[in-house]
Each structure stands twice: as C-alpha cells, then as structure tokens.
C-alpha cells in the first residue's frame, strides 16, 4: 500500500495525506492518527475516542463514497486550539449523510450516531468530493 503526503513545515499542527481507495487504508490512518496524539501526550480515552471516529468516517467513505479520480480517499486532521479536527474525503456525489436510527440487535447503521455522540460537532461539504469533518475537544 502507498500513501501519497503533502509536504507540511515541521510546525504544521495538520496532516494530511492520501490513501488507496481499500479497507485496509483505514487502519494506516488509524495508527498514523493515533501515534500522532500519543506524541502530544493527550489522553488514551480522547486518543480512543478519536481514533474510533477516524474510522467511523474512513469506513463510511469506503462502504458508501467512491474513489477520487486518482483512485484515493483523502484523510486529514489538525491539532489545535484544545482541539482536534478530523476530516475525510472520498471522490462521491453530494448526498445527504445523517445519522439512522438502528436497532440494538442490528449489525450496521451505527456508525454516524457513534460519530455524533463522540464528537463536539461533525459537517459534511460537497466540494470536490463528499468531505466529513468531525471536531473533537481535549482538556488538558
């Protein structure tokens, strides 16, 4: 698998970079993100926490977006401000995402409710591809 990275000053508080458009992109972005905030020192549960919603939003965008016309997925955040910003796009159409209602024995259809409860607040755009961005706060 190869990833393509946009070049960023070492005092940059974002990453972003590109992955193939397959499954097992998801858990590159998860261990690049989460070894990330452990550099920070932040908290292991907000480490989990964002780690989990980083790949709610990779998952979704796989399952139900489509390649950019390179065949990837964008995938980035930026730390700052008592704050993490996780953002991921796919090549797709606009749609209308919103989180389903789902029953406790059901195996799909949580993904945008765990997404929303977690975060802070959460924003899809419709420019250049569907792009999802979910917020995050830490307290120090």
């Keep these: 698998m190869t990833s393509r990275h946009a070049q960023q000053p070492a005092d940059d508080p974002c990453t972003s970079f590109q992955l193939p458009f397959e499954l097992a992109s998801g ?5 690049r993100l989460r070894r990330d905030l452990e550099s920070r020192d932040l908290r292991a549960t907000f480490v989990d926490d964002a ?3 980083l790949a709610e939003l990779v998952a979704n965008g796989l399952e139900h977006g489509q390649p950019d ?3 990837q997925i964008d995938v980035s955040w930026c730390i700052e401000d008592g704050m993490v910003r996780i953002s991921v796009c796919d090549g797709g159409p606009p749609s209308t995402l919103r989180k389903v209602s789902f029953s406790d024995d059901g195996a799909r259809g949580r993904g945008l409710a765990i ?4 975060c802070d ?3 899809v755009e419709h420019t250049d591809g569907l792009r999802v961005t979910a917020e995050l706060q830490y307290r120090d």
Excluded at 27 to 31: E, L, N, T
Excluded at 115 to 118: N, P, R
């Design 27 to 31: 858990r590159v972005a998860r261990h």
């Design 51 to 53: 780690e989990l919603v």
């Design 69 to 71: 016309t390179d065949g």
């Design 115 to 118: 997404v929303e409860h977690i």
């Design 121 to 123: 607040a959460w924003t």
